[in-house]
């Protein structure tokens, strides 16, 4: 096979574009895609200050790569979550990356905040980790992005979270959740800020071979508590059909993006307050953090007792 750039031997087929590509041809078609996006959803600009949430997974850490090559102001954020093992060797390769790119990276442990980590809130509340951890992680996301004034803050989401999560939407008919599914969501108050996903068109394997041409150090492992999860049957779904029939994955989310105006009357008007205890925005009195804090403090307290 040839590469569609150069014509030299092609490393890295795309199956779905029906192309293949050379390393260096490659890196060029996955940066002009990032860029394309967040051009045509006007994520931000390069004056912009972009607050960058990292994991130590490839998808996170090929954007940050991919962001500082495109001449992007991106500051990096990780949240250490507290879970054995997992956590400390997520943020080691944040780490490692942040020092080879002479870097820096921001760290806020969950633990250090709020006295108990994700796995300890989720028993203290007999929730699942992954409930609580996707609620807890979101709320800092907007809470470190606000307190640090940045305009916007981005995720490494990529095709396959995208289409797996829309699949999961629609299996359940979950409208509100379709109403609100984009790759840009605005700040619909003061103190929300603006999410964007600049990798919503490149698939997982198109970041894993991006993440190893540029030899980005990336934990490779998946967090223990995903194990089970509905999204990764989701995603096994979709890519059985994709192999059958490839470009299915990009079709099926733009197809949605397209004609998202059909939700548009689920994405009801729901009326947004500041918390009375952090300030955060939410839709009651206190927020769904608080709360869920509170109640873990307070039987971790009863069992100290
Ligand atoms: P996940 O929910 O694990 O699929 O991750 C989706 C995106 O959320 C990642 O690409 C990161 O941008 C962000 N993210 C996940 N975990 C963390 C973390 N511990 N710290 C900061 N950002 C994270
Ligand atoms: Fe949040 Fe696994 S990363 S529970
Ligand atoms: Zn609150």
Same mark, same amino acid.
């Given at each position: 096979?040839?590469?569609?750039?150069?014509?030299?031997?092609?490393?890295?087929?795309?199956?779905?574009?029906?192309?293949?590509?050379?390393?260096?041809?490659?890196?060029?078609?996955?940066?002009?895609?990032?860029?394309?996006?967040?051009?045509?959803?006007?994520?931000?600009?390069?004056?912009?200050?972009?607050?960058?949430?990292?994991?130590?997974?490839?998808?996170?850490?090929?954007?940050?790569?991919?962001?500082?090559?495109?001449?992007?102001?991106?500051?990096?954020?990780?949240?250490?979550?507290?879970?054995?093992?997992?956590?400390?060797?997520?943020?080691?390769?944040?780490?490692?990356?942040?020092?080879?790119?002479?870097?820096?990276?921001?760290?806020?442990?969950?633990?250090?905040?709020?006295?108990?980590?994700?796995?300890?809130? #989720?028993?203290?509340?007999?929730?699942?980790?992954?409930?609580?951890?996707?609620?807890?992680?979101?709320?800092?996301?907007?809470?470190?992005?606000?307190?640090?004034?940045?305009?916007?803050?981005?995720?490494?989401?990529?095709?396959?979270?995208?289409?797996?999560?829309?699949?999961?939407?629609?299996?359940?008919?979950?409208?509100?959740?379709?109403?609100?599914?984009?790759?840009?969501?605005?700040?619909?108050? *003061?103190?929300?800020?603006?999410?964007?996903? *600049?990798?919503?068109?490149?698939?997982?394997?198109?970041?894993?071979?991006?993440?190893?041409?540029?030899?980005?150090?990336?934990?490779?492992?998946?967090? *223990?508590?995903?194990?089970? #999860?509905?999204?990764?049957?989701?995603?096994?779904?979709?890519?059985?059909?994709?192999?059958?029939?490839?470009?299915?994955?990009?079709?099926?989310?733009?197809?949605?993006?397209?004609?998202?105006?059909?939700?548009?009357?689920?994405?009801?008007?729901?009326?947004?307050?500041?918390?009375?205890?952090?300030?955060?925005?939410?839709?009651?009195?206190?927020?769904?953090?608080?709360?869920?804090?509170?109640? #873990?403090?307070?039987?971790?307290?009863?069992?100290?007792?």
């Amino acid at each position: 096979m040839r590469c569609k750039g150069c014509q030299a031997k092609a490393t890295v087929e795309v199956r779905h574009h029906n192309a293949a590509y050379c390393n260096d041809c490659f890196q060029d078609y996955f940066l002009k895609r990032v860029q394309h996006n967040i051009r045509a959803y006007k994520m931000f600009s390069p004056g912009d200050r972009v607050l960058l949430v990292v994991s130590g997974g490839k998808d996170s850490l090929s954007l940050w790569d991919a962001l500082i090559r495109l001449g992007y102001q991106v500051t990096a954020l990780y949240i250490d979550l507290g879970i054995e093992g997992y956590s400390q060797r997520s943020g080691d390769k944040c780490r490692e990356f942040a020092a080879k790119n002479g870097t820096s990276l921001g760290t806020i442990s969950v633990k250090e905040v709020w006295g108990l980590s994700i796995p300890e809130i #989720a028993r203290k509340t007999r929730r699942t980790p992954c409930a609580v951890c996707g609620r807890i992680k979101r709320y800092l996301f907007n809470k470190c992005a606000l307190e640090g004034s940045f305009p916007v803050v981005a995720t490494g989401h990529n095709l396959d979270d995208e289409a797996a999560s829309l699949l999961g939407n629609l299996l359940h008919w979950q409208t509100g959740y379709l109403a609100r599914q984009q790759p840009n969501l605005p700040a619909t108050h *003061p103190k929300l800020v603006k999410k964007v996903k *600049p990798l919503y068109t490149l698939t997982e394997r198109e970041c894993l071979a991006y993440a190893l041409i540029r030899n980005i150090p990336y934990l490779a492992e998946d967090c *223990p508590y995903a194990e089970g #999860a509905t999204s990764i049957t989701y995603k096994e779904a979709l890519n059985h059909i994709e192999a059958a029939s490839p470009g299915t994955k990009l079709s099926f989310l733009k197809g949605f993006l397209k004609h998202k105006g059909l939700f548009r009357e689920y994405d009801g008007e729901v009326e947004l307050r500041e918390c009375s205890r952090c300030g955060q925005v939410t839709t009651e009195e206190v927020c769904s953090v608080c709360r869920l804090l509170e109640r #873990a403090q307070k039987r971790s307290a009863a069992q100290q007792k």
